[in-house]
């Protein structure tokens, strides 16, 4: 139990420093002392706010007076391992549910073949940011702007996965302590059904062994979770993620 604890706490911990670093951008990071956020108008993502602690009422009026007067579309993530109600506080004070996500991670254990098929690239120019942008879109429907990768590249990995020469996919790794955490993986519909997400998953597992990690994290969406398992990843908490309505 304590190292599943463990796990969790670096899961969250690689998560809202992968924000950290991207909120380095136009210099959109805030740290209070109840609360972290990141906050840019013009962009996507990653625009959000997140408690460093279980939540209460009093450190939600303080971002609700502080920061959602200012930028109202801010994401609250809400992490499921306080054992407490206070969940409901969020839809007390007029935030709505908008998706939930697993927190996952495998510990590694050897090392995982490289795929012949599906190849990985790092983006190191603009030209290749814009390519990962416009992939990242077709799979997911939103935007991580250019801009924002071309600022933060050297600290995030962003890769382009290739199939038969044919740019089909996304992801991004970051690594913490013992830890990489594997986030905005994704195919976009025109490599779909072809195997193509289990070949990447597995290149990144294979990264992860070579950059000495212990574990790999992960956030699924439900669509996701199946493959992850199949990999032997462990479902472990619950991820809430809401949004201030209108007449919140």
Known sequence: MKNKTKIIYQNIHNLT??????????????SSSRF???????LQW???????????????????????????????PYWDIYGSDSEQLLTQNGFVK?????????????PYEEQIDLKITRVSTRE????????????????????LIMHTHVEINYYIAHYQTQAIGTAITYQ???????????????????????????????????DKS???TLQASEMGKG???????????KIKNYRLTDDG
């Open 46 to 76: 990653p625009n959000r706010l997140w408690f460093h602690d279980d939540l209460d009422q009093e450190s939600l009026e303080l971002a609700k007076e502080h920061v959602f007067a200012e930028s109202p579309n801010l994401i609250v």
């Open 98 to 110: 908008l998706f939930e996500q697993t927190g996952m991670s495998l510990k590694l254990h050897e």
């Open 128 to 147: 290749e940011a814009i390519t990962w942008s416009k992939l990242f879109f077709a799979a997911f429907g939103y935007e991580i702007h250019p801009d």
């Open 36 to 42: 972290n956020y990141v906050a840019c108008d013009d």
């Open 227 to 237: 493959l992850y398992l199949k990999l032997g990843f462990a479902e472990e908490f």
């Open 17 to 30: 420093s992968l924000w950290t670093e991207a909120g380095r951008f136009k210099s959109s990071f805030v």
């Open 176 to 210: 913490t302590g013992e830890v990489t955490g594997i986030h905005a993986m994704g195919i976009a519909p025109a490599g779909r059904r072809k195997g193509l997400a289990n070949q990447l998953m597995n290149q990144l597992l294979h990264l992860a062994t070579e």
């Open 214 to 216: 212990q574990y790999v």
